[in-house]
């Protein structure tokens, strides 16, 4: 299952447009089964879809899980979830999380020929560390241990050390950069992450460099590739 992490600063891209097309077109080239948006809604008044949803209908292969609490937003706190078919969406759940600004999380439980059930957790960490600890720390409370195995966190980190801030997320996660994400113009720091549980493999990952990826937003997207691990999959075949 490849899943695409990408925060699109409400469509705006650095030549200051905002433009969804530009957007979705960088999305549909990635392959992806599982698109993790970040900005994916206005952040005024009611918080409208920064991709319009019926533009996503028309002009593209995927559906658009229902994580909002209203019809005009794509997300919750920004965070969006996108699928194709062949991904099954078994649950859905709004996480709130600690912080001096509004933060929240959202999870998507799914099903996909690749690694069977999983807990899909897009989340955009704050902007200072001690707060990115408390929401990491909150993130791994709200996911049950016996489901840490088979749960993928995907978004903007916030983090710019390589190492450094992801305590608290312990022995039941391994954290992963496909490369330096962020800025899309001359790409520094590796904010955009995965981390998951040791039930799941990941078998690739990369950072989408196109020219296109690099006008559609200050974030260049980056994808992994999970299948189930070796020893659940022997598990499941038993």
Same mark, same amino acid.
């Given at each position: ?30 392959? !992806? ?5 970040q900005e994916a809604d206005k952040r005024l008044g ?17 559906d658009v899980v229902d994580v909002a609490t209203t ?35 959202? @999870? ?32 791994? =409370? ?5 489901? @840490? ?13 390589? =190492? ?23 790409p520094v720091a590796p904010l955009d992450r995965f !981390? ?27 994808? !992994?590739?999970? !299948? ?11």
């Open positions: 299952m490849r899943i695409l992490s990408y925060n699109i600063r409400k469509a705006v891209g650095l030549d200051g447009r905002r433009n969804p097309e530009r957007v979705l077109s960088v999305i549909a080239d990635s392959g !992806a089964d599982v698109v993790i948006l009611a918080r409208p879809a920064a991709i319009p949803k019926r533009l996503i209908d028309l002009e593209s292969d995927y019809d005009l937003s794509l997300g919750w706190h920004g965070n969006a979830v996108l699928v194709k078919a062949g991904v099954t969406v078994l649950a859905t759940e709004r996480l709130n999380l600690p912080g001096l600004e509004p933060r929240g999380a959202v @999870r998507v439980t799914v099903d996909a020929p690749a690694t069977g059930r999983v807990d899909l957790i897009g989340a955009h960490l704050g902007l200072l560390r001690r707060w990115r600890r408390r929401q990491l720390a909150a993130i791994r =409370s709200h996911v049950e241990p016996h489901h @840490r195995q088979t749960t993928i966190i995907a978004g903007d980190f916030n983090e710019w050390s390589v =190492s450094g801030g992801f305590e608290p997320l312990g022995r039941d996660f391994m954290v992963m950069s496909p490369g330096r994400s962020f800025h899309a113009s001359y !981390a998951h549980g040791s039930g799941l493999s990941l078998t690739d990952c990369g950072v989408i460099r196109t020219s296109e990826a690099r006008r559609a937003s200050d974030h260049l997207p980056v994808w !992994a590739e999970f !299948a189930s691990a070796p020893e659940r999959a022997d598990a499941q075949d038993k």
